[in-house]
């Protein structure tokens, strides 16, 4: 299956793509974790996406489209993926349509996960992830590692992103708003979108998105 995960941040994307690739067997490519991949390792990337990262902005189209690209064409992504993060405005969206229509290939849905913006807010505040992969993802109340400060997965130690000041969140959500959103009219035009709430449970809302994606068959 080929998706993409919309929604604004905090919404749960990167919990849910981590669950639901496991169970379509697709590779999840968020274009946020290559990101943090690139800061962590200190590349020219990273040092440039940093700087727009940490005011809440996006990341230059020409760099983000390049890499997510070069991402999907990895041998793994050949059957199919699940995006997380990408594409995030309109023209990234056409980016990718050309893309895929220059390998014969169509998205099959596009999950849009909803949640009210007070949600988003508590859950950016008390979220933590890991330092060895941005991908391993926690929540000071509502995901508890075992050990407080200890990632799970590979016993890295948990931190709160840069970009998850009460200030950055803002911002970021203005730019979800102002940029990314279009993207789902644009989706709906084609008959892609499946809109399903990510409140309750991360659980409920895993089951809730299989059952979406399921009728979209
Ligand atoms: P990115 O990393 O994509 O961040 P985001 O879209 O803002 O989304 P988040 O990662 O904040 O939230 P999420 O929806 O994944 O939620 P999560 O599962 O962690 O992008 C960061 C930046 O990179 C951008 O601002 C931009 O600068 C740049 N960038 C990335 N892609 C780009 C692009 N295409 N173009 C340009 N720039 C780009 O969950 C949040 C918390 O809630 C966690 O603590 C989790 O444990 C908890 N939680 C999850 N589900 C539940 C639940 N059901 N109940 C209770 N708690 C829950
Ligand atoms: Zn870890």
């Known amino acids: ?24 067997r697709v590779p999840h490519i968020s274009t946020g974790d290559l990101f943090r991949a690139n800061i962590s390792q200190q590349t020219e990337l990273g040092k440039l996406a940093k700087s727009y990262m940490d005011a809440g902005n996006l990341v ?29 405005n309109v023209s990234q969206a056409e980016a990718l349509d050309e893309l895929l229509k220059t390998e014969g290939i169509k998205l099959e849905a596009v999950l849009d996960l909803e ?11 008390g979220r933590r992830i890991c330092r060895n992969d941005s991908a391993h993802v926690f929540h000071v109340t509502y995901s508890k590692p075992k050990q407080e ?46 809109t399903i709430s990510s409140l309750g449970p991360v659980d409920e809302v895993t089951r809730r998105a299989l059952e979406a994606l399921k009728r979209e068959d």
Request: proline residues 6%; negative net charge; hydrophobic residues 35%.
């Open 1 to 24: 299956m080929r998706i993409v995960l919309v929604g604004p941040p905090g919404a749960g994307k990167g919990t849910q793509a981590t669950r639901l690739a496991a169970t379509l």
């Open 60 to 88: 230059p189209d020409e760099v983000t489209i390049a890499m997510a690209k070069d991402r999907m064409e990895q041998p793994d992504a050949e059957n199919g993926f699940l995006l997380d993060g990408f594409p995030r």
């Open 115 to 125: 949640v009210p913006e007070e949600e988003v807010v508590k859950r950016i505040a």
């Open 149 to 194: 400060g200890v990632c799970d997965v590979c016993g890295g130690e948990l931190y709160q992103r840069d970009d998850d000041s009460e200030e950055t969140v803002r911002k970021r959500l203005e730019v979800y708003h102002s940029q990314t959103e279009p993207i789902i009219d644009y989706y709906k035009a084609q008959g892609l979108v499946v």
